[in-house]
Nanobody, 128 residues
């Protein structure tokens, strides 16, 4: 049974930093790319960042590129999201996700429908 548990969210002032973590269990995840999404109130869930199984390849949404860094530790089955220079528009619930398939195109990795398992989410609030 796959479980994803996010942590590290909180309230931070604009310009500050947070580090989110996602602890995964129930499967060997090193073969799977993994991703972070976020969802703000009244908005659709949107792609934030993805990382390949080995950690050698990453891809970011334009809105977070240069400010957020995704990483993973396969020995610990964790995926992290370092968020710097936070803006009020980054306020959302952040989710980590595991896909249905080991491989997918970059475009498909941006789609919530490509993911089989989701965590419960962690709230990030950035005050102005």
């Amino acid at each position: 049974q796959v479980q994803l548990v996010e942590s590290g969210g909180g309230l931070v002032q604009a310009g500050g930093s947070l580090r989110l973590s996602c602890a995964a269990s129930g499967r060997t995840f090193s073969n799977y790319y993994m991703s972070w999404f976020r969802q703000a109130p009244g908005k659709e869930r949107e792609f934030v960042a993805t990382i390949s199984g080995t950690g050698s390849n990453t891809y970011y949404a334009d809105s977070v590129k240069g400010r957020f860094t995704i990483s993973r530790d396969n020995a610990k089955n964790t995926v992290s999201l370092q968020m710097d220079s936070l803006k009020p528009e980054d306020t959302a619930v952040y989710y980590c996700a595991v896909p249905f398939t080991i491989y997918s195109t970059t475009n498909r990795r941006r789609l919530p429908g490509s993911y089989e398992h989701w965590g419960q989410g962690t709230q990030v609030t950035v005050s102005s």
